[in-house]
Each structure stands twice: as structure tokens, then as C-alpha cells.
């Protein structure tokens, strides 16, 4: 039985282990934390006793790669997937109002729900109307050069549907603004989401916390298989001879006994052990922020499972019945604010929309301050592929060439890219 080392246990590292160990290779995996999942997790908040996120993930049907790897560790059945596409927004006059799409045959199931979109004029619409019917048939390599915003003005849309429909989707999927994103990327994801097949578009939430749906399963299913999962142990090195690695060297043991290796861990930490001259580019990653809050609030009179904002610094507000959890993307501004700083800012802005008191029972600040990497211009064609210069080392990520944003969808793909070159070798 073939060895691999799997470096890294975030979502690209378990990914690659479920699928090698799957395929009757001996896995171990290596994470340098104390716990699997990388960005994307669980704790228990010990004030509340409540086990809460790191973030609120959402993922998207047109994530195939994500369901079919949540189907392999069986917990798929932790999923809330809608039927068809709502999205319930919160604006400043405390009025709620639906994107929905209706049971009406695709796409004329969204092309209803944007022409019955309530805060839009009729031009408004019929521009809006007519990019969408135009993106599955744009050649997207021809937006190189051009951020989101250039583009949308190009195509003609109004400032207010660019700020209360097109800002909220670019923001969300790419976490930086629109001025930074690429036109390019935004526009590959629009196809995706709008145009792949009628389930693509539908929205999922775990409906358990993310180590319950993401992280324990796999290990279990990497065990099941023969894997090993080592906690907290550090690669640290790499002996490379002959364009062959032969040991990685953790902060714990030195492992010779191996076929192969699966570097899984982020861009930045890489460069640690491989020297980038063996990747077959050699990029400049610049990373955006997260800001995630929990807010325990005495009585919970929201009905939905989430809301978004317009125009608001506020993004997304999770309804998770014991608690509130608010995002706000693109949340550089926000990491040196301090926590008090923090929690004024969102009550003031929170009461721009719903009624909530200052009196609140409790609240969780997270920063994810590298949370993903900015999808500019600059990196579209950068992004290193999943070979390396070194015959028995792959690379996974979620900045690994994927063509995707830094997604859990891009992470769980390059893992299973990653995990296939081995298998073919055999
Ligand atoms: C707050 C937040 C919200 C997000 N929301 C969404 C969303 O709604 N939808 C979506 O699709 N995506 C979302 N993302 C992005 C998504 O979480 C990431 O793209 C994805 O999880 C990246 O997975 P990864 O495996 O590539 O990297 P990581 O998750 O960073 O995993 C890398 C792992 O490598 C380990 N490691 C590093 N160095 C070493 C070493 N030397 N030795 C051993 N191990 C090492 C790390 O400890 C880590 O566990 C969000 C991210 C954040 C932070």
C-alpha cells in the first residue's frame, strides 16, 4: 500500500486525505493545530455555552465538488438547502423585502424574481435583465483589465441596482470590494451560480455547527479507512534530492517512509518549507478580512434563516435562533478596532434596521484578519497549479489554480485534484 503525507487538515487537506484514503492509500495527515478544518470550524463559546462558528460559510449548489465530498463523509444529510432561491433583505426605513424565485421552469423561475425585485425601477430591471441574460454568452476572458465596478457600468447598471443587488453578490463571493475584484472572476461566477442548472443557484447553510458537518466526519471517514489524523504537529522542513522529496521534518518526528506528499496549507505557510522556485509560479498574495459577530440578544423576533443588508456596512445577518451571527466581508477597517469599538458600531448600525436594545445578554467578536486572498487582476493568471517541480509533492488550496475565488468549494476541489494525480500515477 503507497504512502502519502498529507500536510495541512483545512478543507483542501481533508479533502485530499477522504479521497487518497477512499482509494486504498495509507493517509496521514499532518495539522499543525490542534484541531482539522483550518478556517473553517467550531467551538463552544464558554460564556454561553453555545457552540458557534468561526464564521458564517454558506455554500452554493453550484458547489459540486463540496456535495459530493459532504456526500463521501456522509453528512450531507447536515445541510439546509433551499428549494428555490430567497434571499430576504433588511433596509433602512425597517422594511424587509424577498428575492425569490417562483416554481416557473429555469430560468424563467429568476428572470420572475428579478422583475418582481420590489426596489428597482423598470429600467432598472430591464438592464438588469438583459446582462444577466447575456453573461452565460460573454467571453469572460475578454474582462481582463477591468475590476467589478468598471464592468457593471459598462453593462449599464444603475448605482442603486450595482449597490442593492450586484454589490452584495460580488462582495460575498469575492470578499474585497468592487473596485478591487476582478471582472473576469465575477463574471465566471455568475455563470456558475446563474447558469449551470436550476439547483446551482439555490443557497445552503450547514444546519449544524461546522466542525459537525465539515470536520468530524472526515476524520472518521479518513480513520475508517486506514488514515491517521496527527494533531498538532508542525512540518517545519523538507529534504529535497534529486527532485524528490524524501523526508518532512515535523516539530515532532522525521518521516522517511513515504510515496508521496500533499501540501495543503495556505500560500503563506508553504513558503516555509518549499521554496517557491519549485512551484510553476511564483505569485503575491494579498489577503482581505472577515468580521464575524455573535450576538445573544434577549428576545429573537426574527423569522427567517438570514438577511441581507443594503447599504450597510453590516452584510449578513445569520438568524441561528439562540444567537444572531453578523458578517460583514471585506472587513480590513475593522481589525484594529478594539472589541467595545467593535460592538457600538453594530448596535448603532443594527438599529438602522431592526429594533434592538443596547441591552444586550452577551457577544462574540471574531477577526479572521487572512481570511481570503483578493481576487484582483493581478493574480487571476498567477495562481500555481496543483504539480510542482518536484516529482512527489502536490499542492492543494484554495489559492491553488482553480479558477475559483478562495472558497471551501475551490479548497475541496484542488484537494481532490491533488489527490487524482496521485491516483493516476498508479
Ligand atoms: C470567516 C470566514 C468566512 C468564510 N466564508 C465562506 C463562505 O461563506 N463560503 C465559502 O465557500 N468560503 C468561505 N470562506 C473561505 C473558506 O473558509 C476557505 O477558502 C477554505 O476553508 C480554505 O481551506 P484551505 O484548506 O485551503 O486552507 P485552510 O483552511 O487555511 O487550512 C490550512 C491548514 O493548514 C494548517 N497548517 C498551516 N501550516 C502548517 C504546517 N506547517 N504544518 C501542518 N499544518 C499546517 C493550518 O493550521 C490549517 O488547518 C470563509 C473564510 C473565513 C475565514
Known amino acids: ?77 447536515y445541510l439546509k438547502i433551499q428549494k428555490n432561491l430567497e434571499v430576504n433583505y433588511l433596509s433602512h426605513e425597517g422594511i424587509s423585502f424577498k428575492l425569490k424565485a417562483t416554481q416557473f421552469p429555469f430560468p424563467f423561475n429568476l428572470l420572475y424574481a428579478l422583475f418582481s425585485f420590489k426596489r428597482l425601477d423598470v429600467n432598472e430591471k430591464f438592464s438588469l435583465i438583459k446582462l444577466f441574460l447575456k453573461i452565460n454568452f460573454i467571453e469572460s476572458e475578454n474582462l481582463y483589465g ?85 494533531l498538532s504537529e508542525k512540518v517545519i522542513g523538507v529534504e529535497i534530492e534529486d527532485m524528490k522529496i524524501k523526508k518532512v521534518i515535523t516539530d515532532k518526528n522525521i518521516y522517511e517512509d513515504f510515496d508521496f506528499v500533499i501540501s495543503a496549507v495556505p500560500y503563506f505557510a508553504s513558503e516555509k518549507f518549499i521554496d517557491k522556485k519549485f512551484l510553476d509560479k511564483q505569485p503575491e498574495f ?71 436594545s443596547d441591552d444586550i445578554l452577551s457577544y462574540k467578536i471574531i477577526k479572521e484578519k487572512r481570511a481570503t486572498f483578493i481576487p484582483d487582476n493581478s493574480i487571476l493568471n498567477n495562481r500555481p497549479s496543483t504539480e510542482t517541480k518536484i516529482k512527489n509533492i502536490f499542492i492543494a488550496g484554495d489559492w491553488v489554480d ?13 484537494g481532490r485534484l491533488a489527490a487524482e494525480k496521485i491516483v493516476n500515477q498508479m
Open 1 to 77: 500500500m503507497k504512502r502519502v503525507l498529507v500536510i495541512g487538515g483545512g478543507l483542501a487537506g481533508l479533502s485530499a486525505a477522504v479521497y487518497l484514503s477512499k482509494n486504498k492509500f495509507r493517509v496521514t495527515l499532518l495539522e499543525a493545530s490542534p484541531k482539522v478544518g483550518g478556517r473553517v470550524y467550531s467551538f463552544i463559546d464558554e460564556k454561553t455555552n453555545t457552540e458557534i462558528d468561526n464564521g458564517q460559510h454558506i455554500l452554493m449548489g453550484c458547489y459540486t465538488d463540496t456535495l459530493n465530498f459532504l456526500r463521501v463523509i456522509d453528512a450531507y444529510k
Open 146 to 230: 477591468l475590476n467589478v465596478i468598471e464592468w457593471l457600468k459598462k453593462e449599464k447598471q444603475s448605482d442603486n441596482s450595482i449597490k442593492i443587488f450586484w454589490e452584495i453578490i460580488s462582495i460575498g463571493a469575492l470578499n474585497t470590494s468592487t473596485e478591487k475584484a476582478s471582472a473576469k472572476i465575477f463574471c465566471d461566477i455568475l455563470k456558475e451560480i446563474f447558469w449551470k442548472d436550476n439547483t446551482s443557484f439555490s443557497i445552503i447553510v450547514p444546519a449544524l455547527p461546522l466542525s459537525k458537518v465539515f470536520c468530524e466526519p472526515s476524520i472518521e471517514s479518513i480513520k475508517r479507512n486506514g488514515g491517521e489524523v496527527r
Open 286 to 356: 494579498h489577503y482581505s478580512s472577515i468580521l464575524n459577530i455573535h450576538l445573544w440578544i434577549k428576545q429573537n423576533f426574527l423569522s427567517e434563516d438570514f438577511y441581507a443588508f443594503i447599504d450597510s456596512e453590516l452584510h449578513w445577518l445569520f438568524n441561528k435562533k439562540t444567537h444572531w451571527n453578523i458578517v460583514i466581508s471585506n472587513a480590513d477597517k475593522f481589525m484594529q478596532m478594539s472589541k467595545d469599538e467593535i460592538i457600538n458600531f453594530i448596535l448603532t448600525e443594527l438599529k438602522k434596521f431592526i429594533p434592538v
Open 402 to 414: 482553480t479558477k475559483l475565488p478562495a472558497t471551501i468549494e475551490s479548497a475541496v476541489r484542488s
